[in-house]
Every structure is written in C-alpha cells, then in structure tokens.
C-alpha cells in the first residue's frame, strides 16, 4: 500500500499516535515511537532536500535531532 493511497487522516492519526506514544509511553515503547517519528521525518526531509532553503533544512534536522534526543532521554531516563 502506497501512503498517498491511505485516506490522509490516517496518516494524521499514526502521527499523532506514534507522537502522544513518544511523549507518554514508558522508557522503551517511547524511544521506539520517538525514533520512528525521527525516521519518518527523516524520510520527508530527504526527498524534499533539493526544495528546501537552507534555514528550512536547518529546522526540520533540529525537529529529528530533539525527537532522538528525547529518544535517548526515555531509554537513559525511563
């Protein structure tokens, strides 16, 4: 299944989901859905790179640097 092929509210809720998810879960299960949300935007940063200007580039890697950060934080931390 191709994403533009998925109603877009579901996209919205898996993001919201794995968001809420990073900020509440417990240690583990928040990392994972930290480091998931890192990888997606990740994802979306690489294939619109060529669109960006640099200080949207420098913005959206602050954005996936803080959500691995935090990932860090909920496995050091708990």
């Known amino acids: 299944m191709r994403m ?3 109603p877009r509210w579901v996209l919205f809720l898996t993001f ?3 968001a809420v ?3 509440l879960a ?3 299960w ?3 859905c930290a480091g998931l949300l890192a990888a997606f935007l990740s994802w979306l940063l690489f294939l619109a790179w060529w669109k960006l200007t640099p200080t949207t ?3 959206r890697l602050l954005v996936i640097a803080i959500l691995l950060g935090a990932a860090v934080v909920k496995i050091a931390i708990g």
Do not use: F, Q, Y
Request: proline share 6%; no cysteine.
């Open 16 to 18: 919201l989901g794995l």
């Open 30 to 32: 928040g990392a994972v």
């Open 57 to 59: 580039r420098a913005l």
């Open 26 to 28: 417990p240690r583990g």
């Open 4 to 6: 533009h092929a998925a």
């Open 21 to 23: 998810g990073a900020a």
